[in-house]
């Protein structure tokens, strides 16, 4: 009978493929000729890029951009060369975590470092883009981003406007002449898993502004600035909609996407499940495993684990769940289609001795042999 595994990664000690190989190399102690198959999962976010290369046959790339403060950082993405995809994680070239407390701040910070993520992976012949925008530094409406592909986002007398929220305030018109080409070949599937619009009280700059280093006044700011934006480019772009659900993603980078990009935003996780594939694997499986670090009530909201597990009811499959930690909260994920989730730490230890890699592995690893030996026993009642 075949297992299939899709576990999402275990921060801070196991990725996506490590967490799958464990739980097989429990499953086969049982039973050495278990067909077993490990696939990546992961909902956009951190962790994507190292699910889909390691899970996809596909290699990394690493490249000197334009980090959030304009300094230089080096910045990872994934190429999968057989369908010309690029797999890119934002806040690797513009996110929160690049920027120092004490630095924190949307009116300067750009997303100019995605922009020439993107314009290397067209270099490299890719032409279909994967892109989760969470963790973001940024509140520029993806200008900066617009900016390294070619627009000219212009202020009154011509000149390209400063990067950060606060470019924005100057901003007087956008041209998109002299573009990347290839630009009109591409296609942009957008990992967003907010419904936020751009502006107004639910919009980037007020819910996630003071997030990233803003204070009220600024918050009033640059709203006011988005608005300009938003219009300038319903002038040239009939399509723009600054209150589509997800346009406020990522400081307005969804909004940018939308409008300049032809690109779609789409939950994290059904992306993942569809560029891998997973419901091909899982409707020939007896027993499908999926889990990851911490099972809580976000869990149930719809993260990866959850998008899978509802995946395999749809083909009738039994599933179970792994974690390092389990919440009260995560009983919900039983009503929505995890059948059973199992906790793998084997007794009371250090969160340090708990994240070390070694241990991880075995105390995964134990509990899947676990899970598979009821699982064969009240399928076929004996352990084979």
């Known amino acids: 009978m075949k297992v299939v595994i899709a576990m999402d990664s275990f921060k801070g ?88 407390k004490e630095k924190r701040n949307p009116i300067y910070t750009t997303t100019y470092g995605l922009g020439e993520v993107i314009r290397d992976a067209v270099g490299q012949g890719c032409r279909r883009f994967l892109i989760g925008i969470g963790g973001s530094a940024t509140n520029d409406g993806g200008a900066g981003m ?50 936020n619009g751009l502006c107004g009280p639910e919009g980037c700059s007020a819910v996630y502004g003071p997030q990233k280093g803003a204070d009220q006044a600024m918050v009033g700011q640059m709203d006011g600035w988005m608005e300009k934006y938003a219009w300038l480019a319903k002038e040239r772009y009939e399509k723009a909609d600054p209150g589509q659900p997800g346009a406020g993603a990522a400081g307005g980078l969804g909004f940018a996407f939308l409008t300049f990009l032809n690109g779609s935003l789409e939950p994290g996780a059904e992306i993942v499940l569809e560029e891998t594939g997973l419901e091909q694997y899982i409707k020939d499986a007896g027993l499908f495993i999926t889990g990851e670090g911490r099972l809580d009530g976000q869990t149930a909201m719809g993260k990866a684990p959850l998008a899978s597990a509802k995946l395999a009811k749809k083909w009738g499959k039994p599933v179970a769940a792994l974690a390092g930690s389990v919440t009260e909260e995560a009983r919900r994920c039983n009503e929505k289609g995890i059948d059973a989730f199992f906790p793998i730490l084997p007794y009371v230890m250090t969160l340090e001795e708990a994240l070390a890699p070694a241990n991880a592995k075995k105390h995964l690893a134990d509990a899947a042999e676990q899970v598979y030996r009821f699982w064969l026993s009240c399928t076929y009642g004996v352990i084979r």
Request: proline share 3%; aromatic share 2%; glycine share 16%.
């Open 146 to 195: 617009l900016q390294a592909l070619g627009f000219g986002m212009l202020d009154k007398k011509g000149r390209q406007i400063a990067f950060g929220a606060g470019g924005l305030e100057h901003l007087a018109s956008i041209d998109d002449g002299n573009i990347l080409p290839e630009l009109s070949e591409c296609e942009f599937r957008i990992a967003c898993d907010v419904a």
């Open 13 to 100: 000690c196991m990725t996506s493929i490590e967490a799958g190989k464990a739980a097989a190399e429990g499953i086969l102690r049982v039973d050495g000729k278990a067909d077993v198959a490990v696939r990546p999962l992961a909902d956009g976010g951190e962790g994507t890029v190292e699910a889909l290369v390691g899970g996809m046959g596909g290699k990394k790339r690493i490249i000197r951009v334009t980090g959030p403060l304009g300094t230089a950082v080096d910045c990872e993405y994934g190429i999968i060369e057989e369908n010309r995809t690029a797999v890119i994680e934002m806040a690797a070239a513009a996110g929160l975590m690049l920027v120092p």
